[in-house]
């Protein structure tokens, strides 16, 4: 595991809040890692440095987890699993409330963790257990959260997915294919329940995804009896720009500083 903390204000170890983002990039691309928030996160604390009346009070790490084809799912889950167990456990063992930023597959891998158990369910894999109770708040960002629905309307995309699951586990990589598909799966999502904040960022000039994505996810939310959640369908720039505009890191600081 690699994770990025940002240190440059740090003063005790005492801060009990944290954002944790995690990159997209298709599960494979080396173009995307946890240096992808870095601007983002210079961004957040030089506006904050600026406006005296905000403390630093949150603490703000970027991961990293292994990529496909090296590895398919769900290694990429269990290494996000991980790694925030390894934040919780070992760097910051005062944290209580965590943030997931996700973007793209990030995004992906953000609602997996809220039911990890359920979804590596269907394989035999041992971690560590995580506190789910931890994560207050989710900001997903042009996210991939139906990954069957996605391939009916991109169908090129399995060139991608194929790297990142064997056969057709795709179809329960998420809450939203299994939910449909299984019956026995009454119990999912029920911790998004318990969530604070749900902010669902769209751009309206993402080349590579519409917002059918998005608009599944925000039926999904609503089929499992959620609707406190901001859905915001804005202009932040093409795919890859998400991640560092200067909307994002407006939207972070009014949400999660004031
Ligand atoms: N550059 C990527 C493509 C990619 O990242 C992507 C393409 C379409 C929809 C979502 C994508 N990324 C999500 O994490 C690749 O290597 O395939």
């Given at each position: 595991?690699?994770?990025?903390?940002?240190?440059?204000?740090?003063?005790?170890?005492?801060?009990?809040?944290?954002?944790?983002?995690?990159?997209?990039?298709?599960?494979?691309?080396?173009?995307?890692?946890?240096?992808?928030?870095?601007?983002?996160?210079?961004?957040?604390?030089?506006?904050?440095?600026?406006l005296?009346s905000l403390?630093?009070?949150?603490?703000?790490?970027?991961?990293?987890?292994?990529?496909?084809?090296?590895?398919?799912?769900?290694?990429?889950?269990?290494?996000?699993?991980?790694?925030?167990?390894?934040?919780?456990?070992?760097?910051?063992?005062?944290?209580?409330?965590?943030?997931?930023?996700?973007?793209?597959?990030?995004?992906?891998?953000?609602?997996?963790?809220?039911?990890?158990?359920?979804?590596?369910?269907?394989?035999?894999?041992?971690?560590?257990?995580?506190?789910?109770?931890?994560?207050?708040?989710?900001?997903?960002?042009?996210?991939?959260?139906?990954?069957?629905?996605?391939?009916?309307?991109?169908?090129?995309?399995?060139?991608?997915?194929?790297?990142?699951?064997?056969?057709?586990?795709?179809?329960?990589?998420?809450?939203?294919?299994?939910?449909?598909?299984?019956?026995?799966?009454?119990?999912?999502?029920?911790?998004?329940?318990?969530?604070?904040?749900?902010?669902?960022?769209?751009?309206?000039?993402?080349?590579?995804?519409?917002?059918?994505?998005?608009?599944?996810?925000?039926?999904?939310?609503?089929?499992?009896?959620?609707?406190?959640?901001?859905?915001?369908?804005?202009?932040?720039?093409?795919?890859?720009?998400?991640?560092?505009?200067?909307?994002?890191?407006?939207?972070?600081i009014l949400n999660f500083y004031k």
């Amino acid at each position: 595991m690699e994770a990025m903390r940002d240190n440059s204000n740090v003063k005790s170890q005492v801060k009990q809040d944290a954002i944790i983002f995690i990159h997209g990039g298709a599960w494979r691309d080396p173009n995307n890692t946890f240096k992808d928030f870095e601007k983002l996160i210079k961004n957040i604390n030089n506006e904050l440095s600026s406006l005296s009346s905000l403390n630093n009070k949150i603490e703000l790490y970027s991961l990293d987890y292994r990529l496909s084809p090296t590895v398919k799912h769900p290694c990429h889950l269990i290494d996000v699993i991980n790694a925030i167990n390894y934040i919780i456990k070992n760097i910051n063992s005062n944290l209580k409330n965590l943030t997931l930023v996700g973007h793209s597959v990030g995004s992906t891998l953000a609602i997996q963790v809220l039911d990890y158990k359920k979804l590596l369910n269907y394989y035999n894999e041992n971690i560590d257990e995580l506190d789910i109770s931890f994560i207050k708040n989710l900001v997903l960002l042009d996210g991939i959260y139906d990954i069957p629905k996605l391939l009916d309307e991109y169908p090129s995309y399995l060139s991608f997915i194929n790297e990142a699951f064997e056969e057709k586990n795709f179809n329960t990589a998420t809450q939203l294919s299994i939910s449909n598909k299984d019956e026995k799966n009454v119990q999912i999502g029920m911790y998004f329940k318990f969530l604070k904040k749900i902010i669902i960022v769209q751009s309206e000039n993402d080349e590579l995804l519409s917002l059918n994505q998005t608009n599944f996810f925000v039926k999904w939310l609503n089929s499992i009896g959620i609707y406190k959640f901001e859905k915001i369908l804005d202009d932040f720039g093409k795919h890859n720009d998400v991640y560092e505009s200067d909307k994002l890191k407006d939207l972070i600081i009014l949400n999660f500083y004031k």
